[in-house]
């Protein structure tokens, strides 16, 4: 079943169409932190180089993996965009500097 035109006399694949969805589209996020809940007993291989394609785990073929005994239930951050300058855990480098004080309660608040 074909869906019907967007707009009266237009049809979907029309360049006002994709304009449309276009300006629709939000901008691109930054990658942000995954918060993760850890069982005691656990043991996470979390990257440590910022190249794994599974970020924040590890590959199993990387050397330079981080192996982490959970010792009792906690919440981690964990960096998803390779950035942190203290990998595996998040540091915040993912979101540039704010330039005010509104700024950053803007950010702390509604979380851009």
Not at 13 to 24: D, K, V
Not at 47 to 60: N, R, V
Request: charged letters at 15%; glycine letters at 8%.
């Amino acid at each position: 079943m074909r869906k019907p035109p967007v707009c009266p006399g237009e049809s979907v694949g029309s360049p006002n169409t994709a304009a449309f969805t276009q300006a629709l589209t939000p901008a691109v996020l930054p990658i942000l932190p995954e918060v993760r809940l850890v069982q005691p007993g656990a043991t996470l291989r979390l990257c440590t180089c910022g190249s794994s394609p599974q970020l924040p785990d590890c590959s199993a073929d990387c050397s330079l993996g981080l192996s982490v005994p959970i010792a009792r239930e906690q919440h981690l951050l964990l960096c998803r965009c390779g950035q942190s300058r203290r990998l595996p855990y998040c540091d915040g480098s993912h979101n540039p500097p704010a330039p005010s004080l509104t700024a950053k309660w803007r950010r702390f608040w509604v979380g851009y």
